[in-house]
């Protein structure tokens, strides 16, 4: 399990907790960002924000917020889950 | 019973679902755009008739949930929360059902009348997209009607089912409660309700277009270069069109003098007539154009979805000064007129980084200051006019800079909020909806011209034109004598000469005046290089220019800020802090200057 900065472009990830205080993680939730839920990298280049395909929108993160949600790598032969 | 012929509805929907547009299809020009009672957010209502009957709508600001987590969220769930709308109309983008449907379910939650109008919009059609309508309605128990909100012609459908009255307040069982709950249910619909005929892709041509706007090499340079066109193309545009106005304006205030003077009104009536009221307001209304020009790339951004590109690739820089993305466009339109950039600041999620954004705009260099710096630098700079013009921009946006820093040190302690923004997909803008846009703006704008910029520019007026007698604006009158008063406050600063305090609280009205009350106060049109020469020095001059740069800015951004604080302890503490930075740093420059030797 590690932060999302830590992923790459194109991978899919797994959701597995989020820490960004109860407002926002309500927000993320309510995003489609919640635990257990699929979703993939776009952009990171470790440099601003995040870009992340959430169902069907993109959606960039703060680069802090990308610290304090964590998940875990799906094998690539996994189609996204829509 | 009239109340029967009248239909309330309100509008609701995620952000970038065109929600707009739907609205504007609806309403044409019949719009009213105000704000919320004690709120910042901006209200739009209109109306319009379908088969004899009156339905009055209002658009709610784009939301992802009723559990309000921005200002404009807070405005749309204390609406629902006492509302009387007879129907509520969600508009769903058929691109992004799921996300979109989170929404419905708490909106059927609220037990209410609800259409569902399923926006279909061409790039939906184009990935192949297509909706078993019927499915859905019946799965979620209200009407869902597919609509393109930028055809009228398919709105048929909606409208009558808006007047349908068939009052049935929907209900879902056990869909849970929690995000994730709701989430696997609706996917579950979805899955079964939609149907692709190709694998869901970005399209091509967006992925291109993101990869070099948002590239971290090529993004900045890529807004930078964008931006300096708009300018270039808004000020081109725009400048003939304000000669125009002056030109109108001048024949007015001729007409209007000569027409006052055959009524026999006294001297001293029209003199408030034309030189306070139809010089200060018209000199304000003169800016329409630009702002208008402004408004309209503005909203090109926005409707395009290239914006929220923008947001991202400038948020790290801005992140420095404890605001996020979003703030950044807000000063760069501040180069231009600090009115709109103040305005834009709308778009941000809490009070803080607004408050933030709005109190910083003001050192931004607007357009307006260009004249001062023409006028000063062409006579004491000749030789390298552009770079002390650059100078200037430049120590703007450091003491902006220093200022964000400063006011979260001081007032705005919490931390800015978390950054995120959906990065809409590519949209031809539609030009109806720009128009009409920069058309309530600019209405916006000259109303305000028409209230508290006119009451500035009688006081204005009043204090240049008394005690009773006196000449314009001359040493004798109130402006003259406050000028004298406040003289040796500058004295340090290099330029403690009467004239030069009276036209700098001249520029209080629009600081472009500056240059013109130079002209009224030393009579001479010719010989004002001279004068000039007389009275400053080059150090002086670029101290002069230092403190026209960073002091109050015009009454226009302060009823701006007054406006969107809805307070007037912000407009006030601007005009203090201003002031005391602009005398701080100005003495700094004119002392520091003549240390080393300059003059």
Not at chain 2, 83 to 94: H, M, P
Not at chain 2, 341 to 363: M, Q, S
Not at chain 2, 510 to 532: D, H, N, P, R
């Amino acid at each position: 399990m590690s932060p999302i900065i830590d992923f790459k472009k194109g991978d899919i990830v797994n959701i597995v907790s989020i820490d960004c205080g109860r407002n926002f993680n309500l927000r993320l939730s309510e995003l489609g960002i919640y635990e257990g839920a699929e979703i993939k990298i776009l952009k990171n280049d470790r440099w601003g924000p995040l870009i992340i395909r959430i169902f069907d929108s993109k959606i960039a993160i703060g680069k802090g917020e990308a610290f304090k949600i964590y998940g875990e790598k799906k094998p690539a032969e996994h189609m996204f889950d829509r | 019973m009239e109340k029967k012929n009248q239909l309330n509805i309100c509008l609701i929907g995620n952000p970038n679902v065109g929600k707009s547009t739907l609205f504007n299809s609806l309403t044409g020009a019949r719009q009213h755009v105000g704000n919320w009672p004690g709120k910042t957010v901006e209200k739009k209502e209109g109306s319009f008739v379908h088969k004899g009957k009156t339905i009055k709508i209002v658009d709610l600001p784009g939301s992802y949930s009723l559990y309000p987590y921005t200002e404009e969220e807070s405005v749309v769930s204390d609406f629902l929360s006492n509302d009387r709308s007879d129907t509520i109309v969600q508009i769903v983008d058929a691109q992004n059902l799921v996300r979109n449907l989170y929404l419905t379910t708490q909106l059927i939650d609220l037990k209410k009348p609800l259409i569902l109008a399923l926006n279909m919009n061409q790039s939906a059609e184009k990935q192949g997209i297509s909706v078993n309508v019927v499915l859905l309605s019946e799965v979620l128990g209200i009407p869902v009607i597919p609509i393109d909100s930028r055809n009228k012609k398919s709105l048929i459908g909606l409208l009558d089912e808006i007047i349908a009255d068939r009052k049935k307040t929907p209900s879902l069982k056990n869909i849970g409660f929690l995000p994730s709950e709701r989430y696997r249910y609706i996917k579950d619909l979805v899955n079964k309700a939609i149907f692709r005929n190709k694998k869901p892709t970005v399209t091509g041509l967006e992925e291109k277009i993101d990869r070099i706007v948002t590239n971290k090499y090529l993004g900045i340079p890529i807004f930078l270069v964008i931006m300096l066109v708009v300018f270039q193309v808004s000020f081109s545009l725009s400048a003939p069109l304000e000669n125009m106005l002056e030109r109108i304006l001048n024949l007015l205030a001729v007409d209007v003098d000569s027409f006052l003077r055959r009524l026999g009104a006294s001297k001293l009536f029209i003199s408030l007539i034309t030189e306070g009221i139809v010089s200060g307001v018209g000199g304000v209304l003169t800016f329409v154009p630009v702002i208008g020009f402004l408004y309209f790339f503005i909203s090109v951004f926005e409707d395009s979805g290239y914006m929220a590109r923008v947001a991202y690739v400038m948020d790290f820089l801005m992140m420095k000064l404890g605001l996020h993305g979003k703030a950044f466009i807000s000063l760069i339109l501040g180069f231009g007129c600090n009115v709109p950039g103040i305005i834009a600041t709308k778009t941000l999620e809490n009070e803080r980084d607004r408050l933030l954004a709005i109190l910083i705009n003001p050192f931004v260099s607007c357009a307006a200051r260009l004249p001062i710096y023409v006028l000063f630098t062409g006579i004491f700079f000749a030789d390298n006019q552009g770079w002390v013009i650059f100078s200037l921009y430049v120590m703007g946006i450091i003491v902006a800079i220093l200022s964000g820093l400063l006011f979260q040190r001081l007032f705005v302690k919490k931390e800015a909020s978390p950054f995120f923004i959906e990065l809409p997909p590519y949209r031809l803008p539609s030009l109806t909806g720009i128009v009409l846009h920069v058309w309530t703006r600019v209405w916006l704008f000259i109303k305000r011209a028409g209230t508290l910029i006119l009451a500035f520019s009688v006081i204005i007026w009043v204090l240049a034109s008394f005690p009773a007698g006196v000449e314009y604006g001359s040493e004798k009158s109130y402006f003259g004598l406050i000028g004298q008063t406040l003289t040796p406050f500058f004295r340090p600063l290099g330029f403690g000469n009467w004239k030069s305090t009276t036209a700098l609280m001249f520029g209080l009205v629009a600081k472009e005046v500056v240059v013109s009350a130079f002209g009224t106060l030393y009579k001479a049109g010719s010989s004002l290089e001279a004068a000039l020469r007389h009275d400053f020095t080059p150090l002086a001059a670029y101290s002069f220019m230092v403190f026209a740069l960073l002091y109050i800015p015009c009454i226009a951004v302060l009823a701006a800020i007054k406006k969107e604080t809805n307070s007037w302890k912000w407009p006030l503490f601007t005009v203090v802090y201003t002031t005391f930075v602009a005398w701080i740093v100005s003495f700094f420059i004119y002392q520091g200057g003549k240390l080393l030797g300059f003059s």
